[in-house]
């Protein structure tokens, strides 16, 4: 991060003015704004690959579609938690949602809802499937909650933050604590001993339980600026944990949806076990936009079958950031999701 860089990519909010080009909303319409910034146009756009658009690809960093609030990696594009948001590629992204409803409706289609979307149906989840979600933060609540809806037969969370278990498991989820043994082999004995059709990847590399990981990560925080950079992409903070449990927990010809944000190029992968059980692996930022169709009908109306009206846990305005910040890294308080009101 640089001094001055401004956070926050899952916008909701009201348009202020518009650029000559933007016809699909005009001021006073009610916005929530996509992560990731995308032409709607471009090669990529045009395969629902919104999340490595052409037009604003960062090629000086060779990554995909830049996004709001996040460092030079993704573009370095002031973000969200601001009075006021410049939105480019504006007569695209933003999807104009209705009055009324509070915001806590909508605001979760800018990443979660998406997210969590993407994340089942690219793991192939349908009538039927078992399904085991690797981390219960918002994006693998909301992953259970989506697969269930696509059908699923059974599908089982696993953490070890008491209360993430505990929310999971009001929605029908069965729950493994990941400190108590061995999660592959519970995860067999839920599912008839083959494992899970479909495991959904929602840690990323900040794992708990890889001590060398651990050890990689901190040493990283103590470099200088550049080379902690450097080793974030390049060497890899090395915390593979969740993923090695996942790769152990799916069922042969199953398939491993990775939403978990990983870096690093130096991790071993158990590549014969992969291979052998021949493991379909997606993964990827979420192409907002191509979900967006999907979610909308099931955030607005009153039945609100995902749960995204009491989905926050806390609400406070952007003053408060700093500790929101914290509370939210300590998972104290029963931090969950926090929404900001500038
Ligand atoms: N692909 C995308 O477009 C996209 C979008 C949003 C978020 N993400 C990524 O998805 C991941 C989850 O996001 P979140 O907001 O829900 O984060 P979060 O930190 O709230 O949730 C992660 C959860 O994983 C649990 N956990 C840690 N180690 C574990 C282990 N070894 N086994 C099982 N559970 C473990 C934690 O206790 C926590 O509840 C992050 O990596 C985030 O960057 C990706
Ligand atoms: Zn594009």
Request: hydrophobic share 40%.
């Amino acid at each position: 991060m640089t001094e001055g860089d401004i956070l926050g990519h899952e916008p909701i909010g009201i348009v202020e003015e518009v650029g000559e080009q933007v016809t699909h909303i005009r001021p006073g319409d009610r916005v929530v704004v996509p992560f990731n910034i995308s032409c709607g146009h471009c090669y990529m756009c045009e395969r629902n690959l919104q999340s490595q658009c052409e037009t604003t690809q960062v090629r000086d960093q060779d990554k995909g579609a830049a996004f709001f609030g996040y460092t030079k990696l993704y573009g370095q594009v002031p973000g969200g938690q601001a009075e006021y948001l410049r939105v480019p590629q504006a007569h695209y992204g933003p999807i104009k949602v209705p009055e009324g409803p509070s915001d806590e409706r909508f605001v979760y289609l800018s990443d979660v809802l998406p997210t969590a979307w993407q994340a089942a149906v690219y793991g192939d989840v349908g009538t039927g499937s078992t399904v085991a979600v690797f981390g219960l933060g918002p994006i693998g609540q909301m992953s259970c909650r989506v697969a269930a809806h696509l059908g699923a037969r059974k599908v089982i969370g696993i953490d070890l933050v008491p209360e993430r278990l505990a929310l999971a498991r009001k929605y029908g989820v069965e729950t493994v604590d990941v400190s108590t043994g061995n999660v592959g082999d519970t995860i067999r004995d839920l599912t008839d001993g083959r494992g899970a059709d479909t495991v959904i990847d929602a840690v990323g590399m900040e794992a708990h339980g890889a001590p060398l990981g651990k050890a990689a990560h901190q040493l990283v925080g103590m470099l200088p600026k550049p080379l902690a950079a450097m080793m974030t992409e390049r060497g890899g903070v090395d915390r593979l944990s969740a993923l090695h449990a996942a790769i152990d927990a799916v069922r042969r010809g199953g398939t491993i949806s990775v939403s978990g944000v990983y870096g690093g190029m130096v991790d071993p992968m158990p590549m014969m076990q992969m291979f052998d059980k021949q493991v379909t692996i997606r993964m990827g930022q979420a192409n907002v936009r191509r979900w967006v169709d999907d979610l909308l009908p099931l955030v607005t109306g009153d039945d609100d079958p995902l749960g995204v009206q009491d989905f926050a846990t806390h609400r406070l305005p952007l003053s408060e950031a700093p500790g929101a910040y914290q509370m939210f890294q300590h998972k104290e308080d029963g931090a969950i999701k926090v929404l900001l009101t500038p």
